[in-house]
């Protein structure tokens, strides 16, 4: 059974850092292509980090500079370094691990990032 758990949320002031990692079980990350995503109150979900198997990262434009996704497969986990935050960074975060060619994408539950002062 696959499970990814993210933790490491919670409330931090703007300008801030948190780490949030996302353990995974049941799969290897380095299989994955690993995402991290947030959904804000009233809000669709949006794609924030991207981590391909190949170690090629993309970033949602209004994270770029501020937030750094990386992955230890050692421990077979992922994580979101998140630095400068700003309170529109408030959501909850969720990883994703999506295998090629499997059709299922695999979710964590997702972990609670309040910014504000």
């Known amino acids: 059974q696959v499970q990814l758990v993210e933790s490491g949320g919670g409330a931090v002031q703007p300008g801030g850092s948190l780490r949030p990692p996302c353990a995974a079980s049941?799969?290897?990350?380095?299989?994955?292509?690993m995402g991290w995503y947030r959904q804000a109150p009233e809000k669709q979900r949006e794609l924030v980090a991207v981590h391909t198997s190949g170690g090629i990262a993309t970033y949602l434009d209004s994270v770029k500079g501020r937030f750094t996704i990386s992955r230890d497969n050692a421990k077979n986990t992922v994580a979101l370094q998140m630095n400068n935050v700003k309170p529109e960074d408030t959501g909850v975060y969720y990883c994703?691990?999506?295998?090629?060619?499997?059709?299922?994408?695999?979710w964590g539950q997702g972990t609670q990032v309040t910014v504000s002062s």
């Open positions: 049941g799969i290897r990350v380095s299989i994955c292509t």
């Open positions: 994703k691990c999506k295998v090629l060619g499997v059709t299922s994408d695999y």
